[in-house]
């Protein structure tokens, strides 16, 4: 085997390897957006029987683009005698590109039930909004660490240290291969 440097050609390109992994991070790895993004929205001209859609807007906080694959609202109770069950929102399966710091609107089916009763006039429901997302970046990931979860920080010490420990067990080896019996 050619030598290096003084190390064996094989255990430096694995070194160079790992050293590049550690300094330049991993890229196409997948950050999921699903408790910082913002989603906000209202909807008005409701009566009992009514169907509409509520634009929810969602917007993009992250330097980097995200990709909104679910959007929702959970309804809360409007008051005494207006419970959050006369008011149905539903789920948006509708997929958003956002940019970085972009925002784009998501629609939400809206009903209002026909037995509404009469304490639902004028009432305003409380909504909490719910929604998935996803970006992907190419290079090194904003917020991310080799040494987070998934990442090959662990794995690449691990690999180091053996290395390391296999090239001072070897020239231990020359040298009293060297110093004779």
């Not at 509520?54 to 005698?81: C, E, K, S």
């Not at 809206?110 to 290079?139: E, I, N, S």
Request: charged fraction near 15%; proline fraction near 9%.
């Amino acid at each position: 085997m050619r030598k290096l440097g003084g190390v064996r050609w094989p255990a430096g390109v694995t070194l160079s390897i790992i050293v590049a992994l550690l300094l330049g991070g991993h890229g196409a790895a997948p950050v999921h957006a699903r408790d910082r993004y913002e989603i906000a929205g209202e909807v008005d001209g409701l009566y009992p029987g009514a169907e509409t859609t509520l634009d929810a807007r969602v917007t993009n906080p992250y330097p980097f683009a995200i990709r909104v694959i679910a959007t929702g609202a959970r309804v809360l109770d409007a008051g005494p005698g207006c419970p959050a069950s006369m008011l149905v929102i539903g789920e948006s399966l509708a997929t958003a590109m956002l940019p970085a710091g972009g925002s784009d609107v998501v629609p939400l089916p809206v009903r209002m039930r026909r037995d509404a009763p009469d304490a639902c006039q004028g009432a305003t429901w409380p909504l909490a909004f719910t929604g998935t997302a996803v970006g992907t970046a190419t290079g090194p990931l904003p917020g991310t660490s080799m040494f987070g979860p998934g990442g090959l920080g662990v794995p690449a010490l691990i690999g180091v240290a053996l290395l390391a420990g296999g090239l001072i067990l070897a020239g231990r080896r020359r040298r009293r291969a060297r110093a004779g019996p």
